[in-house]
């Protein structure tokens, strides 16, 4: 039997397979292969029908004006050049997503990063500080967005809170400058994720680096900056990675929070792609436009997925790059 | 995306026996010293942490007249239990159909993953055939295309099918498992020896039974794991909903909520403290879910980088 322990997933032993051509398999391998391909065949079923199938009709659709009750009419690359030259709030939902990704996810490493360093330290009651702030990770995404649409109320405690210090607090939902704030203060609090995460990586440091660094005189901010960031800096390109991905995606919470569910938001402030591809095809039945604005957001995703991994090389330190 | 990050969670996780700062013995070295300031931050952190759920109790045990004029304190000062049970009565809405709707698109999504997702890995992790590192790599390959790409054409396939307005949408695709899935349970039984199954091969056990009767009975730790992913997904799973579900009496509780916000007129706020008790019914299952399955959730965090428990 194969023992393929720790096998690189990725690496498939592409050379042994060249190197070695089976004139014929025996009848117990025919036997054995046969059986592979009977009991994958629930994902592959799951692949042709409900991902390959459906990606090769999304291409064409995105091809076609499309409402699903009339036949589709054929308009070529029309779709994809509305949305890029003529459709404004194509581009105000871009630069919605763009903004909301650009400030949540650094926002949220930063937090993460900053929490999970004061929790490595030898903390009396790390388990409870841990808690507290792993807890809101836990809730269900539409009971916190309906908590925050109430906290965020114009007349709401938070609000409130602000009134104790003698602040105005702004509309926050109901206000086209704050709507964007109102959702990236809402994705923090999920920042606990990201910092157990990076507390365990933080765990697994040797700590004879800190003995010789202490040694050498360094301080608490030069040994976090020399020894703690590079060990975690893959914990914080993983968490990147995902975050981004996450982000562009944002659906629920805005769904929820936009007011009278207006689902742009006041003046388009907080459209984001994925919303605008859900009214686009799911309000409005503009099939084809929806499933080419789906392209063009699998494109940002892509773009933004390939660069985060050529710059890693600068940035991220793998200890065991031996492979 | 997973493979990845896969190498720093195991070198954490391998290290595990010389944690940096251990409890007992050692000399504290400055960096791992607490200071009041690390107290105070952490305290205040917390406390934020914590304000959304005081809210939510405190609101959920508002009377209807603190609700409907948006009168809310911080901390609980009434204590309307009865909206627990009014919830289910007072809204006008099927709130304890909601709740089942939920526990059976969870339920019958997690048993689909498991089967599923079993098979395939064990297939994947054991069995030899030409062409399947293309499909392995076929399956890595699609953990990168979002869910947005499919979701046009697969409403449209389930509309053809008449399903909209049922749970299959919901339910069905769990029984084809996903790849992140068939990922996690191909490198668990990698690292399982291949001894036992190579012996109970010898005495005439066919490749489904050492599936069914030597794989599966130890595969059961990351089956949990993904159980409990999965469950966790589809009870607080929204965007599903939304698109295939518009009958109340169809609807889970993670949309109804939504819709029991939006049924009333645009003049007249919401029911808060009826929506609160909806979320915290919402909610409670998944910290439960979790304190219970920590260490499997913690056994795939190792397996695959991280899944999150979102």
Known sequence: ?323 | MAVAAESPEHVAGRRKGRRAEGEKGTRTLSVFKASPATYAVLLVVSALFFVPFILMISISLASDQTSAQNAFTVFPTEFEWSNFTDVFTATGLPVGRFVLNSVLIATLSAVGQVLSSSLVGYAFARLRAPGKGVMFMIVLATMMIPAQITMIPQFLLFKELGWVNTYLPLIIPNFFTNAFNVFLVRQFVSRISGELDEAAQMDGLGYFGVYRKIILPMMWPILTAIAIFTLTHAWGDFMGPLIYLNSEESMPLALGLQYMTSTSNAMQLPPWNLVMVGSIILTLPMIAIYYLGQKYLYEMNLQGGSAGVK
């Open chain 1, 1 to 323: 039997m194969t023992t393929t322990v720790d096998e690189a997933p990725g690496a498939v032993r592409p050379a042994r397979r060249a190197g070695r051509r089976r004139p014929k398999m025996s009848k117990r391998r025919k036997k054995e292969a046969f059986f592979f391909w009977l009991f994958i065949s629930p994902w592959l079923i799951g692949f042709v029908g409900f991902l390959l199938g459906p990606m090769i009709a999304s291409v064409y659709i995105s091809l076609t004006e499309w409402d699903s009750f009339t036949p589709p009419e054929w308009v070529g690359l029309d779709n994809y050049a509305k949305a890029l030259t003529e459709d404004p709030i194509f581009w105000k939902a871009l630069w919605n997503t763009f903004f909301y990704a650009a400030i949540s996810v650094p926002l949220g490493l930063v937090i993460g990063v900053w929490l999970a360093n004061l929790l490595n330290k030898r903390v009396r009651g790390r388990k409870l500080f841990r808690t507290f702030i792993y807890l809101p990770t836990l809730v269900p995404l539409v009971a916190t967005a309906m908590v925050f649409k109430m906290v965020l109320a114009p007349s709401g405690p938070f609000n409130d809170m602000l009134g104790w210090f003698g602040i105005e607090g702004p509309q926050w939902l109901l206000s086209a400058t704050w709507i964007k704030p109102a959702l990236i203060i809402l994705s923090v609090w999920g920042a606990g994720a990201a910092t157990v995460l990076l507390l365990s990586a933080m765990n697994g440091i040797p700590r004879e680096l800190y003995e010789a660094a202490e040694i050498d005189g360094a301080s608490a901010w030069r040994q976090f900056w020399a020894v703690t960031f590079p060990q975690i800096t893959p914990v914080i390109f993983f968490n990147l990675i995902m975050g981004l991905i996450g982000a562009f995606q944002i659906f629920s919470q805005v769904y929820i929070l936009a007011p009278n569910n207006n689902v742009g938001g006041p003046d388009n402030a907080s459209q984001m792609m994925v919303t605008m591809l859900f009214q686009e095809a799911f309000s409005f039945y503009h099939f084809g436009y929806a499933s080419a604005v789906a392209w063009l957001l699998f494109l940002v995703i892509m773009t933004f997925t390939v660069i985060a991994f050529r710059t890693s090389r600068k940035w991220v330190f793998y200890e065991t790059e031996v492979r």
